[in-house]
Nanobody, 121 residues
Framework: QVQLVESGGGLVQPGGSLRLSCAAS????????MGWYRQTPGKQRELVAA???????DYADSVKVRFTISRDNAKNTVSLQMNNLKAEDTAVYYC???????????????WGRGTQVTVSS
């Protein structure tokens, strides 16, 4: 069983910063990609940022330059530093990991429960 525990959401004023963190625990062979998605009511969940085990990153165009994703492979954690936040960044943010288990030829997706980020004055 794999668990993802997120932390760091909250209320911040426009232009402010927040840092989200996610820790993976449980039994698995290897964590491959890790990432953050977000969702607002009535819209599909969208990728915000992702990072491979080797450190390659990918960002949504709307957050490039403002957000930075990082991971600690030894601690099985992924973080998202969000700077210069805008009202349109308001959403529930979900941690995602792609995990390889022994005996599987493909990765399984795991999701955190989500953390609310609200950007408002």
């Amino acid at each position: 069983q794999v668990q993802l525990v997120e932390s760091g959401g909250g209320l911040v004023q426009p232009g402010g910063s927040l840092r989200l963190s996610c820790a993976a625990s449980g039994s698995f062979f290897r964590i491959n990609a890790m990432g953050w998605y977000r969702q607002t009511p009535g819209k599909q969940r969208e990728l915000v940022a992702a990072i491979t085990s080797g450190g390659s990153t990918d960002y949504a165009d709307s957050v490039k330059v403002r957000f930075t994703i990082s991971r600690d492979n030894a601690k099985n954690t992924v973080s998202l530093q969000m700077n210069n936040l805008k009202a349109e960044d308001t959403a529930v943010y979900y941690c995602n990991t792609k995990i390889r288990h022994i005996g599987y030829g493909f990765d399984l997706d795991y999701w955190g429960r989500g953390t609310q980020v609200t950007v408002s004055s």
